[in-house]
T-cell receptor, first 117, second 117 residues
Framework: DQQVKQNSPSLSVQEGRISILNCDYTNSMFDYFLWYKKYPAEGPTFLISISSIKDKNEDGRFTVFLNKSAKHLSLHIVPSQPGDSAVYFCAATNANAGGTSYGKLTFGQGTILTVHP | DTAVSQTPKYLVTQMGNDKSIKCEQNLGHDTMYWYKQDSKKFLKIMFSYNNKELIINETVPNRFSPKSPDKAHLNLHINSLELGDSAVYFC????FGFGTYSGNTIYFGEGSWLTVV
């Protein structure tokens, strides 16, 4: 039962262009969403997050958009740089559930982003 | 100055053996986790501990026993290793009361690559 899906296994973009990574979820109880970046042989590194009370959050070159009605979020990277090449994971949680849901992130399967010089 | 560190990074062992993976965080967080990334690359939570107390146990086999001697450490002991236990195990930590504050997140270690032969 995949509650978080990243349907594109890979994405290739040219340096300087926009990268758009997509994520869909099915659990309407999710109220907090995160994007992680992962290099080979390293742990996931937090990139940006968004609460369900917002529809957009921006941090430098990274912007996350949330469409609650469509249960869809996307990560935009502008401009893309070769150093952005990594696996990007979308994650979701019911942060306000408390108790046994604390820190229980549900991850998508990741999208491999390659940025060509 | 690693925030969440785990050892060993690589471990090759035979079926039936017992092994441990150690984890330490220096972020002053209350809550620690073990996540597992399986062969399909999904990251899934196994356990979470808050201040040495078990919060989440995601129907993990009894052969897996986490131990938290203090809130900065969460070790994972695995008995009678099986081929299917081969995976990457990630330790992580966060502040307790993980809420929907922008930027609130879980910090991951670099992972421990376990191969059972």
């Amino acid at each position: 039962d995949q509650q978080v899906k990243q349907n594109s296994p890979s994405l290739s973009v040219q340096e300087g262009r926009i990268s758009i990574l997509n994520c869909d979820y099915t659990n309407s109880m999710f109220d907090y969403f995160l994007w992680y970046k992962k290099y080979p042989a390293e742990g996931p590194t937090f990139l940006i997050s968004i609460s369900s009370i917002k529809d957009k959050n921006e941090d430098g070159r990274f912007t996350v958009f949330l469409n609650k009605s469509a249960k869809h979020l996307s990560l935009h990277i502008v401009p893309s740089q070769p150093g952005d090449s990594a696996v990007y994971f979308c994650a979701a949680t019911n942060a306000n559930a408390g108790g046994t849901s604390y820190g229980k992130l549900t991850f998508g399967q990741g999208t491999i982003l390659t940025v060509h010089p | 100055d690693t925030a969440v560190s785990q050892t060993p990074k690589y471990l090759v062992t035979q079926m039936g053996n017992d092994k441990s993976i150690k984890c330490e965080q220096n972020l002053g967080h209350d809550t620690m986790y073990w996540y597992k990334q399986d062969s399909k690359k999904f990251l899934k939570i196994m356990f979470s501990y808050n201040n040495k107390e078990l919060i989440i146990n995601e129907t993990v086999p009894n052969r897996f026993s986490p131990k938290s001697p203090d809130k900065a450490h969460l070790n994972l002991h695995i008995n009678s290793l099986e081929l299917g236990d081969s995976a990457v195990y990630f330790c992580a930590s966060s502040q307790f009361g993980f809420g929907t504050y922008s930027g609130n997140t879980i910090y991951f270690g670099e992972g421990s690559w376990l191969t059972v032969v």
